[in-house]
Structures are given as structure tokens and as C-alpha cells.
């Protein structure tokens, strides 16, 4: 997982990125490949 700025760049790598928000934190979750996950932070 990487932890980063600005989430907008990492989600727009993939198609079928997610922006999530758990516990107050934001994520980027992908379920088709799960490499790209990253958190803000």
C-alpha cells in the first residue's frame, strides 16, 4: 500500500479504482488489482 499526497493521480491509474472513506481515513481500493492501493496520508 502506498501512502500519499493526493489520491487523485493514483486513481485515475486504473479503471476500476475506488475512492473509500474508513475511519476517517481516505483509500483508494482496487479489486480487480489490488496493487494499486494507496492510502492519504
Known sequence: MKIVNSLKTIRSR???CR???RRGRVYVIN???PKFKARQG
Request: glycine share 0%; hydrophobic share 35%.
Open 19 to 21: 475512492l473509500v472513506r
Open 14 to 16: 486504473h479503471k476500476s
Open 31 to 33: 479489486k480487480v488489482n
